[in-house]
């Protein structure tokens, strides 16, 4: 299937590393300009040089998201973007005993992803096409009690798709969430083989991988995703073949819920 993606212009934030490095290897391989993000010099340059290797188009794209200095530097490069990926979040350590971290992961979750959007939403409505894309998380339908303040925040983000749908009604442009479970990143990988070994498992990923499906996020396909995988299902949700999903939450998440 033609995704429709070739000679659009996309910024994925936070897309140096980890899932959102997966993502932005795919809207690339799918045709797109890619604009991949990093918060210092020097980061987006791996990803730009893996995409241009294989055939793609990217460029760096520096900037301090969590600042309003920082996202006035790419106010220009936002406005002309035909799929916006607001990938960017992290957990700030919050909790029920201290209110410190709470409005750093609200400002990280959620604010960061609404400046993107409020900077590219002008002129993806003149141009009557555009794809606003947010990624949450399955574990606010199952949190833990780590974090609650990034659950929290996180948790806003479906009302939050669904507001912007209607903002966005008859322009063209689409707004979603898409909601993971746990994807196998490299820190995530190392993270879980380490927890497995120490637990009596194998030290391949591959024992530590059924290690995690039976300890600590079972779901029902049996596998842990890579950043790709994540990767291919934005990328249709950014393609023209999804012109008519708008507002949705898709999990992503290999039936978590129910495992």
Known sequence: MDLGLTGRTAFVSGSYRGTGAGIAAVLAAEGAHVLVHGFEPGQPDAVVDSIREAGGSADGIVADLMSDEGLDTIGDQLASVDVLVNNYGSPSKSSWSSTDAWADEWNRNVMVGVRCTQLAIPGMRSRGWGRI?????????????????????????????RTLAQELRGTGVTANLVSP?????????????????????????????RWALAKTMPNLTERIPEPIDIGRVVAFVASEAAWHITGSDLAVDGGAIDA
């Open 181 to 209: 479970g746990m994807i196998a990143t490299p820190e995530v990988k190392e993270m879980v083989t380490r927890r497995a070994k120490r637990d009596g498992a194998g030290g391949s990923w591959d024992d530590a991988q």
């Open 133 to 161: 894309i947010f990624l949450g998380t399955v574990g606010t339908r199952m949190p833990g009690d780590r974090n609650v303040g990034y659950y929290t925040a996180k948790a806003g983000q479906p009302a939050m798709v």
